[in-house]
């Protein structure tokens, strides 16, 4: 089994910065493909972003591109996800999530192997 544990999330003001770390651990011996998704109240989990294990990265939603980097240390078995001119609408619980590398980006809810419990990201106006 592989756990995954966030940290980061805050109250963030609107403009500001914020950067999201997960840490696997456990039966880390594969490779995982390791990324983002984030769910607002009311709405559906929502990919973010994911970067394989060679480091190839995606992201999601246009509203994130050129705002949120995702980037991965190997030897820590952690990805982080920078996140930097916050807007309100980036409210939400940030859930880590992780898939075998093979299988590709975990892009769908239903192709993540393993997730994390969420950290919560508040960015008021």
């Known amino acids: 089994q592989v756990q995954l544990v966030e940290s980061g999330g805050g109250l963030v003001q609107a403009g500001g910065s914020l950067r999201l770390s997960c840490a696997a651990s456990g039966r880390t011996s594969s490779n995982y493909a390791m990324g983002w998704f984030r769910q607002a109240p009311g709405k559906e989990r929502e990919f973010v972003a994911a970067t394989r294990w060679s480091g190839l990265s995606t992201y999601g939603e246009d509203s994130v591109k050129g705002r949120f980097t995702i980037s991965r240390d190997n030897a820590k078995n952690t990805v982080y996800l920078q996140m930097n001119s916050l807007k309100p609408e980036d409210t939400a619980v940030y859930y880590c999530?992780?898939?075998?590398?093979?299988?590709?980006?975990?892009?769908?809810?239903?192709?993540?192997?393993?997730w994390g419990q969420g950290t919560q990201v508040t960015v008021s106006s």
């Open positions: 999530a992780a898939t075998l590398d093979f299988l590709g980006f975990p892009r769908v809810p239903g192709n993540v192997n393993h």
